[in-house]
């Protein structure tokens, strides 16, 4: 069967939240198209915060390569049977390999627990490298640092997506619709 594939999007708690914009969702998808290409019929389901959902519902299910949304609301970390209850659904929909951005609050530990057997992502402190199957290394193409094509680009080589991805691999491609556009009176 076609792999079932996690992504712990940004989840982050009230107090520090910069939640990302329509430009860093449309951005991000680049990972997702490359997961897309190579695991032909793969299903991708995002873990998402409820204030990210709330805005880019829409988006992410007409516009992205998401097939379908898992809501995170980061309230429920205070209620140990709420969850549990998101532990026991994601270990339900048996998911082989989880993707853990950066900016998320939902770390390798999390996945661990999950019974999610391949997770990758990019280790936030010593203690988390041990729950990844595949940490993800981060080289910066320049002096400034990292930027986003960077560290999808890190998430590729961990995955064994390929060479260094080219840039037109993660160029947007919206549907274009004929006749879907209002003209002025």
Do not use: M
């Not at 939640?19 to 969702?25: A, E, I, K, M, N």
């Amino acid at each position: 069967r076609p792999p079932r594939i996690c992504v712990f999007a940004t989840v982050c708690p009230p107090s520090r939240y910069h939640g990302p914009g329509l430009g860093d969702l449309i951005s991000k998808n680049g990972i997702l198209k490359l997961l897309k290409r190579h695991f032909s019929g793969c299903a991708i389901s995002i873990v998402v915060d409820t204030r990210v959902l709330s805005r880019f519902r829409e988006f992410l299910l007409n516009h992205s390569d998401v097939d379908e949304l898992i809501e995170y609301d980061h309230a429920w970390s205070t209620s140990w049977f709420k969850r549990a209850a998101f532990v026991l659904e994601i270990r339900r929909r048996r998911f082989d390999l989880c993707l853990i951005e950066p900016e998320s609050t939902l770390r390798g530990a999390h996945a661990f627990v999950c019974g999610i057997p391949e997770r990758v992502g990019i280790a936030s402190g010593p203690g988390e490298r041990r729950f990844l199957t595949q940490p993800v290394e981060v080289r910066a193409a320049s002096a400034a640092g990292p930027d986003l094509i960077d560290v999808i680009d890190a998430f590729a080589r961990a995955l064994g997506l390929g060479p260094r991805i080219a840039l037109a691999d993660l160029t947007p491609r919206f549907p274009f619709r004929t006749g879907q556009c209002l003209r002025p009176p």
